[in-house]
Nanobody, 124 residues
Framework: QVQLVESGGGLVQAGGSLRLSCAAP????????AGWFRQAPGKEREFVGG????????YYVDNVKGRFTISMNNAKNTVFLQMNSLKPEDAAVYYC?????????????????WGQGTQVTVSS
């Protein structure tokens, strides 16, 4: 069982920045991959981007490319989502997810382990 603890959400004005963290206390993800998802009210959960833990390769959906950056710490037990130039349409509950598979995937069913979610609110 993998426990993921998210933090960093909050209220920000449009154009502002937030950094989300997803920590797995006591674990080292040597060959896992992680994904970030978000879900706005009344909408399906959508893939935002992911990172391959062993190679550090990252992937993003088109509408966040150039604004969002996924990274991990040197201890390989925390993944971050840096969000810049936030827009009102970025507002959602953001979730991190982890799988023991090396490659990320846009499908939520690919990931067996999930964080509790953190709310991001963007005011216009």
């Amino acid at each position: 069982q993998v426990q993921l603890v998210e933090s960093g959400g909050g209220l920000v004005q449009a154009g502002g920045s937030l950094r989300l963290s997803c920590a797995a206390p006591g674990r080292i993800f040597g060959s896992y991959s992680a994904g970030w998802f978000r879900q706005a009210p009344g909408k399906e959960r959508e893939f935002v981007g992911g990172i391959n833990w062993s190679s550090g390769a990252t992937y993003y959906v088109d509408n966040v490319k150039g604004r969002f950056t996924i990274s991990m710490n040197n201890a390989k037990n925390t993944v971050f989502l840096q969000m810049n130039s936030l827009k009102p349409e970025d507002a959602a509950v953001y979730y991190c997810a982890v799988t023991s598979n090396r490659e990320t995937n846009h499908s939520s069913s690919y990931y067996p382990y999930w964080g509790q979610g953190t709310q991001v609110t963007v005011s216009s």
